[in-house]
């Protein structure tokens, strides 16, 4: 199985994905938004794309679809609640279910909401796990919720995110790295990873970006360090109404406030 991590350069800085099986050269092109990027890697690589996946509904995820798809025939993946969100899905699909591609791609799909209310992702189970997250787990932060809800998105990361062994690597939507960062600094100034990761990214060739595991975010996403003592100190300051001892929820909401206008 082939993760390839495609940079568009647009200005909302957008990646899109392809995976690809080895053996076959069969391959699924997810939230291709870049459609001649998205063709042009195909025929490089010698990849014949039968599936397009939608991680969720936005414009920036799925605008490229129907040209991907009249250039190669591709079948349509999306959540199966998708309803008028997304035109002209082929399969519809949930909690539990695989993609599948050629003889070496399986992608179980996990229903991650919160971002928006039917997104998913896709978790691939190999020696080396990985998640293709869309707008649900970005580098170093997670996604808005001015079209979802952020207590849903904390039930997402409380129940599924967290399980997720260290070693996962985590493929994003956009490349946001250098902010979260500098908000997770901005939390807790103290944070020696982040800022080590942040002097490493600064600058980096999107082309080539650095792809972290979660074992990384664990320590630098201030959104997976509920229980730091600079974190929830920080919010109990800017929050003043909470409780003396907050619930890891309370955390992550007043976080996903602070984020939303820093």
């Given amino acids: ?55 969720h509904e936005h414009a920036d995820h799925i605008a490229g679809n129907d040209d991907v798809i009249a250039a190669t025939g591709a079948k349509l993946i999306a959540p199966y609640n998708a309803g008028s969100r997304i035109p002209r899905v082929d399969e519809g699909v949930r909690e539990g279910d695989h993609v599948k591609i050629g003889k070496t791609v399986d992608l179980e799909v996990i229903e991650t909401p ?44 409380r129940d599924k995110i967290a399980k997720m062994p260290d070693g996962t690597r985590i493929y994003p939507g956009h490349d946001y790295i250098s902010n979260n960062l500098q908000f997770t600094l901005d939390r807790e100034p103290d944070n020696a990873d982040a800022k080590a990761l942040l002097a490493d990214v600064e600058g980096q060739d999107p082309d080539a970006a650095l792809v972290t595991t979660l074992g990384t975010e664990r320590k630098v996403n201030t959104f997976m360090r509920l229980d730091s003592a600079g974190v929830v100190a920080g919010i109990k300051e800017k929050f003043p109404d909470l409780p003396d001892t907050p619930s890891d929820e309370d955390i992550f909401l007043s976080l996903r406030l602070l984020r939303n206008d820093w």
């Fill in 114 to 157: 919160g971002h928006t209310p039917i997104h998913i992702s896709l978790f691939g189970h190999n020696d080396e796990p990985h998640l293709l997250c869309g707008d649900t787990v970005f580098n170093a932060g997670v996604g808005h919720c001015h079209t979802g809800d952020p207590n849903v998105l904390y039930a997402t990361f």
């Fill in 1 to 55: 199985m082939i993760v390839e991590q495609i940079w568009t350069g647009n200005s909302g800085r957008n990646f899109f994905y392809m995976v690809a099986c080895a053996e076959t050269g069969e391959a699924v092109a997810i939230d291709p938004i870049d459609p001649p990027k998205c063709l042009a890697v195909a025929k490089d690589k010698g990849w014949d794309i039968t599936r397009v996946f939608n991680t």
